[in-house]
């Protein structure tokens, strides 16, 4: 299982599933505004252009300026004159800067294709969790956790905040890379987790905000 934490400080395990099943029956299941804004973000997300037809129209011009490289590099073995295989040196200098150019779209479109799937796959799930009723500890699952909360940043033991996705243009590890300002996000729904165990009452506070 994924680790959602951004950092490991000693806080017990009972409570954030506590807290992890206030925030979804909060802000999902009571379907309010804040999960109108993620389903919104969401659906606008899934709602890009053919990315399949962009990557092969890509994938076509790199197979084109592969050619071109090739039929350069030939001609510039075979000519001797100094002036031609300045030109050609030019002109593979030129092919070569746009052959650079269209593998750095491939791998953008590549991993857009990627998140845009993984927030499909997301959303699929929610809509399934979101038929059932209430949620409790006891359904809370890996697979629940994953759909709806993608990161569980730990401030100290009373205080954490979820970051919930709602733009699939985030992961864990960007999450990690901009904690600092992501807790300062204006938060769309806080509460207080009062939880009595054998020795004593725990309590833990939560913000929720949204990347």
């Given at each position: 299982?994924?680790?959602?934490?951004?950092?490991?400080?000693?806080?017990?395990?009972?409570?954030?599933?506590?807290?992890?099943?206030?925030?979804?029956?909060?802000?999902?299941?009571?379907?309010?505004?804040?999960?109108?804004?993620?389903?919104?973000?969401?659906?606008?997300?899934?709602?890009?252009?053919?990315?399949?037809?962009?990557?092969?129209?890509?994938?076509?011009?790199?197979?084109?300026?592969?050619?071109?490289?090739?039929?350069?590099?030939?001609?510039?073995?075979?000519?001797?004159?100094?002036?031609?295989?300045?030109?050609?040196?030019?002109?593979?200098?030129?092919?070569?800067?746009?052959?650079?150019?269209?593998?750095?779209?491939?791998?953008?479109?590549?991993?857009?294709?990627?998140?845009?799937?993984?927030?499909?796959?997301?959303?699929?799930?929610?809509?399934?969790?979101?038929?059932?009723k209430t949620l409790t500890a006891e359904m809370l699952t890996k697979e629940v956790i994953d759909a709806f909360i993608l990161s569980i940043i730990v401030l100290d033991r009373n205080n954490v905040v979820f970051v919930?996705?709602?733009?699939?243009?985030?992961?864990?590890?960007?999450?990690?890379?901009?904690?600092?300002?992501?807790?300062?996000?204006?938060?769309?729904?806080?509460?207080?987790?009062?939880?009595?165990?054998?020795?004593?009452?725990?309590?833990?506070?939560?913000?929720?905000?949204?990347?």
């Amino acid at each position: 299982m994924t680790n959602k934490r951004c950092v490991a400080k000693p806080i017990s395990a009972t409570i954030i599933y506590e807290a992890c099943v206030d925030v979804i029956n909060k802000i999902y299941l009571s379907n309010g505004k804040a999960f109108q804004k993620i389903l919104k973000a969401i659906e606008t997300n899934l709602e890009v252009a053919n990315i399949d037809k962009d990557l092969q129209a890509k994938y076509d011009r790199r197979k084109e300026l592969e050619n071109q490289l090739d039929f350069l590099l030939n001609e510039r073995m075979k000519k001797n004159g100094q002036e031609i295989q300045r030109k050609l040196d030019a002109k593979y200098s030129e092919t070569m800067n746009q052959y650079n150019s269209v593998q750095m779209d491939i791998a953008y479109l590549s991993q857009r294709k990627e998140r845009t799937s993984n927030s499909s796959e997301r959303y699929q799930k929610i809509k399934d969790i979101l038929k059932g009723k209430t949620l409790t500890a006891e359904m809370l699952t890996k697979e629940v956790i994953d759909a709806f909360i993608l990161s569980i940043i730990v401030l100290d033991r009373n205080n954490v905040v979820f970051v919930l996705n709602g733009s699939g243009t985030m992961d864990v590890d960007d999450i990690k890379e901009r904690r600092k300002q992501i807790v300062k996000r204006q938060s769309v729904c806080e509460n207080t987790i009062f939880l009595r165990d054998p020795i004593k009452l725990m309590t833990l506070h939560y913000t929720v905000v949204l990347v």
